[in-house]
């Protein structure tokens, strides 16, 4: 495992970006000093990005497959239209109630739609058409869910997938870890796909922007 994250340049980049408001920040202390894995949160840069792409976009419908502690989808749906809705899935069932009580404090809980259980089940019983969706769920299904999601985005809407560096391990002569190897298939999956375009971004542990053509 490699140290992708050049520490000294993401405090750097935190101080110069906009902070993140009172309930994120909440968000952020509680998950640092309660969850044993944190590191998952996706944190004040990576946060405000989604927020900012979220808001260039103005969607109207957002799909997010793994809700972990919401901070995320509070993120996304700062750039809903008024009336947009942030549909958000998550399996764990502890993770779920904690994000949803921080949905209840958020300014868009009337706007936001946790559904709990496997996404791969749930997401065909939504019936919607998404303008956005961002998958950061269990690394082996992202293939799956890249899949099952594409033909249900607009024309010219954009799918965000998270972790595509995978700690860095993707980056190895020989990737020998399970969630390693699914990411770098998922990445192989799109460089062959003629459907859309795409660019990996290296904010934290990589961010894929792909735009259905």
Known sequence: ???IIYN????????YTTPTDNLLQEIEKYTYQ????ANMLSG?????LLEMISK??????????????????????KGLTPTGELHTIEIRQEDA?????FFSKSLYTKQIFLHEGNALDIIPTLNETWDLIFIDADKVNYINYYDLTLPLLKKEGFIIADNVLFHGEVLEEKITGKNAKAIHSFNEHLKKDNRIQHVLVTVRDGLMLIQKK
């Open 44 to 48: 004040p840069l990576q946060g405000k």
């Open 56 to 77: 260039m976009i103005k969607p109207e419908r957002v799909l997010e497959i793994g809700t972990f502690m919401g901070y995320s989808a509070i993120c996304l749906a």
């Open 1 to 3: 495992m490699r140290d």
């Open 97 to 101: 109630n904690i994000a949803r009580n």
């Open 34 to 37: 309660n969850h044993p894995h």
């Open 8 to 15: 000294t340049a993401e405090e750097y980049a935190i101080r």
